[in-house]
Antibody, heavy 118, light 110 residues
Framework: EVQLVESGGGLVQPGGSLRLSCAAS????????MHWVRQAPGKGLEYVSAISSNGGSTYYANSVKGRFTISRDNSKNTLYLQMGSLRAEDMAVYYCARDRGENWFDPWGQGTLVTVSS | NFMLTQPHSVSESPGKTVTISCTGSSGSIASNYVQWYQQRPGSAPTTVIY?????PSGVPDRFSGSIDSSSNSASLTISGLKTEDEADYYC?????????FGGGTKLTVL
């Protein structure tokens, strides 16, 4: 069964840092580009970041550029999102998703909640 | 910036047919594939339509997708509505700059 499991969310103060992880199983992780998408409470989906299958190419939304870093460890079948200089507007459920091709995201993980508050 | 616009909400009765639109702000929506995701409360999104009109295995054929180039829009049609179809639906596509999601449509089946 193809599965993505996020972890690492929690409460962090404004200006703080957090690293999210996404553990993949059930497929050849190193063959797929991966994405992070977030959803603020009661809001819609917002695209955050992407990384190519070998990690050589990355993309960031303007809202997180310079503050977030996406990476992956194909030997550990794990995707990461290092988040820094966190702001109240970064508070959201963060989902990882596999790219099935042509930017089709499937499946998605169950999400991990990041709360930014003092 | 490329944007996708969806109606905020739609409602329909069980057994009926509903169509949710997704209009592109610029360019041709037909240039890149459109996906549709269903999100039930408290759950992660799941795919109901990919590559404009393809259904993943397990998605009933009551769900269909289409593209209308004349209106630069994509549509998700759900026929034979069931109460279990009540959820938020998001369209998603991309351009040369980024992946873009529509704002989401809340479907109420009453």
């Amino acid at each position: 069964e193809v599965q993505l499991v996020e972890s690492g969310g929690g409460l962090v103060q404004p200006g703080g840092s957090l690293r999210l992880s996404c553990a993949a199983s059930g497929f050849t992780f190193s063959s797929y580009a991966m994405h992070w998408v977030r959803q603020a409470p009661g809001k819609g989906l917002e695209y955050v970041s992407a990384i190519s299958s070998n990690g050589g190419s990355t993309y960031y939304a303007n809202s997180v550029k310079g503050r977030f870093t996406i990476s992956r460890d194909n030997s550990k079948n794990t995707l990461y999102l290092q988040m820094g200089s966190l702001r109240a507007e970064d508070m959201a459920v963060y989902y990882c998703a596999r790219d099935r091709g042509e930017n089709w995201f499937d499946p998605w993980g169950q999400g991990t909640l990041v709360t930014v508050s003092s | 910036n490329f944007m996708l616009t969806q109606p905020h909400s739609v409602s329909e009765s069980p057994g009926k047919t509903v169509t949710i639109s997704c209009t592109g702000s610029s360019g041709s929506i037909a240039s890149n594939y459109v996906q549709w995701y269903q999100q039930r409360p408290g759950s992660a999104p799941t795919t109901v339509i990919y590559e404009d009109n393809q259904r993943p295995s397990g998605v009933p054929d009551r769900f269909s997708g289409s593209i209308d180039s004349s209106s630069n829009s994509a549509s998700l049609t759900i026929s034979g509505l069931k109460t279990e179809d009540e959820a938020d639906y998001y369209c998603q596509s991309y351009d040369s700059s980024s992946v873009v999601f529509g704002g989401g449509t809340k479907l109420t089946v009453l």
